[in-house]
């Protein structure tokens, strides 16, 4: 006859190492940098292109490029996903520079050139820092911040603590604990998560327009995932739908081309509701309406 309370011990103790080892093993299936060359050049094709370096209060340096416009609109900073380096994403600024606006992009600590001991709290930290110092340069009220998948939440942070001109998140997740829970759902997710990245939370506090994209075939993070983030302001949300998309090829629609130019170019005017069809209820059965 088995020792039950033996098993049991030895289920637990293999329980509790999973636990340990995920808690301080995570940012291996987080984050997939790329590292770079300090040397390394950056170049696109018919783009004008600077590169910069900041150096934090802890020593880190934030590596970045600003691809820059004459007489730009306003900027974008693009806060990409996790994987890579600027090296690649950079081929997707001129999706903006087409429409005359700056794009500001810059790698997180420990990919591309970017130095520093990366933590929940100095990405966030590190994104002000930036974020500070574009405000030294343009109004607040010319900079979008555009967030593409985990770079969804970080844009979402900045939003709800500043003041951009619009928020878009394109492929965005309601919270990184909710996407490992759907790998690991026997894991005490939510106590062993060093980067969380609550974008659900931080979008109640943002107050400037907020554009969600997403593709329907999207088989990482699911497009229910932005209807429901598009609920938790929906009067200052609209959500558009990249038929077909999938995780990584919105760029090869021309649909998401035509969404991204409308919302950038876009300008927010109020409606008159008064003389609309607000608020009129539809008869019910058996009833009667008088014209």
């Known amino acids: 006859m088995p020792n039950w309370g033996y098993i049991a011990i030895i289920i637990l103790a293999c329980y509790i190492v999973a636990s340990i080892a995920l808690y301080y093993l995570q940012e291996y299936f987080i984050f997939k940098p790329e590292k770079l060359d300090k040397e390394f050049q950056f170049h696109y094709n018919n783009q004008i292109v600077e590169e910069y370096n900041l150096e934090t209060r802890d020593g880190a340096i934030i590596n970045g490029l600003h691809f820059k416009v004459e007489n730009p609109k306003g900027v974008v900073l693009y806060l990409k996903g996790n994987s890579k380096s600027i090296k690649g994403w950079g081929k997707f600024a001129v999706d903006f520079t087409r429409h005359r606006y700056d794009v500001c992009m810059l790698d997180y600590r420990g990919f591309g050139k970017s130095t520093g001991r990366r933590s929940f709290k100095a990405l966030k930290r590190d994104l002000q820092f930036v974020y500070n110092k574009l405000k030294e340069q343009v109004d ?15 844009a979402a942070k900045l939003a709800s603590i500043n003041n951009p001109k619009m928020l878009i998140l394109d492929a965005p997740y309601y919270s990184l604990s909710k996407v490992a829970a759907k790998y690991i759902p026997f894991m005490p997710v939510s106590l062993i998560m060093r980067y969380p990245i609550p974008t659900y939370k931080w979008l109640k506090y943002v107050n400037c327009p907020i554009h969600i994209i997403h593709g329907t075939h999207d088989r990482l993070i699911p497009f229910k995932s932005s209807i429901k983030l598009s609920k938790i302001k929906p009067k200052l949300t609209r959500l558009y739908t990249v038929i077909g998309g999938g995780h990584k090829n919105l760029n090869n629609f021309e649909s998401y081309h035509k969404m ?6 876009s300008k927010m ?4 509701l008064s003389n609309t069809s607000i608020g009129v209820q539809h008869a019910k059965k058996g009833v009667n309406v008088q014209a």
């Not at 005017?269 to 008159?272: A, D, L, V």
């Open 260 to 265: 991204l130019g409308e919302i950038i170019n």
């Open 140 to 154: 607040e009220k010319y900079i979008i911040l555009y967030g593409r998948s985990m770079g969804s939440g970080f």
């Open 269 to 272: 005017r109020k409606i008159n």
